[in-house]
């Protein structure tokens, strides 16, 4: 069983940052892909960006260059880091585990951008 904790998320205003984690625990996470979804309200989960195993990173067009998707294996986190946050970044975020067999989800944690 793998479980995932988002924590970061918070009230910012536009053009602000924002750093989310991911804690994972179980086996294993050095072989996960691993990636960042949100869900704005009122609206369908949608992806935001990924990284595999090995580091390769890919990112939405609508944050790609404002977005940075990373993870430290040895410590089983991942993050996402958001600059030049705008008002349609707010969503609640979550991590995202594919083990090959299964995928996991955090609980999720709130970004609101908004001055």
């Known amino acids: 069983q793998v479980q995932l904790v988002e924590s970061g998320g918070g009230l910012v205003q536009p053009g602000g940052s924002l750093r989310l984690s991911c804690a994972a625990s179980g086996t294993g996470f050095s072989l996960y892909a691993m990636g960042w979804y949100r869900q704005p309200p009122g609206k369908q989960r949608e992806s935001v960006a990924a990284i595999t195993r090995d580091g390769s990173t890919n990112y939405e067009d609508s944050v790609n260059g404002r977005f940075t998707i990373s993870r430290d294996n040895a410590k089983k986190m991942v993050y996402l880091q958001m600059n030049s946050l705008i008002s349609e970044d707010t969503a609640v975020y979550y991590c995202?585990?594919?083990?090959?067999?299964?995928?996991?989800w955090g609980q999720g944690t709130q970004v609101t951008v908004s001055s």
């Open positions: 995202k585990a594919n083990s090959g067999l299964r995928v996991y």
